[in-house]
């Protein structure tokens, strides 16, 4: 019987299966459950017919749909915003004066790097990933127009990944959803569709064995300590021009560049200096970032 391929329905959630976890994590900690419990709580409020917003601030209002285990992880996920606001609501959607209740600390370790160099990568609040959630769905489209403009850059998102599910004789009774790759739904690597997600695809691609022919030198360098050195305001600048946004910086308030600044902050515990390493969605800043400078640089040459 020949393979059928059945479109699944998209997953707003599924962010948090692909781009928040680092690369280098143990092999037994995984976003899996995490994921599950959020389509869980989904689906009780779309039995309440209740809209569902990406706060989750109506979980409180049917509080007798929730087991006592949901009731202790929602707790102990909002327990410090619900002191700061005075509120039992369960909102993660920051506004105004209640900004800085997302502002959390990732947890962070070392990882070996060229001999005897460490990397430091991090994990971020779970808090902090609901949010991630909330700016992919909102912006999703915007962030792979952004790294549309270089021509220069190798590695980029092109498009959201699609999923499905194949269906056949050998398959096990529950068919799981897969990427166009064909990988289980637990192992989806990324959010968006990624050219040259890996660099040896470049080098054994059709374009590097052009330029092999065609050029005598290769030039290669490296960004010292990239993530590290990269401030986060430096995305509104890139994208509206520093001077503008100094003058204007009360109007830019909920621009693409201040929302993805203002993220970059709560995840890392409000530091503006340095964005957190490991993570997906720290490639697609730094790729954003970087791809202005692509643009300048191509207009000089």
Known sequence: MKNKAIRFKFNRNRVILTDILPYEIPIIFTNKYYFEFLNDIEKKLMKSNIKIEYSLEDIARIPKMLNNTEIKIINILFEEINKQTGSNCYAFEGKGRYKNRFTKIPFNFNIYQKGRDFRNISVIHPLNQLQITHFYEKYKYLIIYLCSQSPFSIRKSVRVAKSVYMKNNISSKRNKPITMSG???????????????????????????????????????????????????????????????????????????????????????????????????????????????????????
């Open 183 to 301: 990988e289980d739904s637990e192992q989806i690597k990324s959010f968006f569709v990624i050219n040259n997600n890996q660099i040896y695809k470049f080098f054994e691609s059709y374009k590097f064995h052009k330029c092999e022919k065609k050029y005598d030198k290769m030039l290669k360098f490296d960004i010292s300590h990239c993530f590290d050195s990269i401030y986060t305001h430096s995305i509104e600048w890139a994208l509206f021009n520093k001077d503008i946004v100094k003058e204007n910086m009360m109007k830019t308030n909920m621009s693409f560049g201040h929302e993805f600044d203002e993220l970059m902050q709560n995840v890392n515990y409000g530091e503006t200096n340095g964005i957190v390493i490991g993570p997906e969605f720290s490639r697609i800043f730094a790729e954003i970032l970087l791809q202005q400078i692509d643009i300048k640089v191509y207009k000089e040459l």
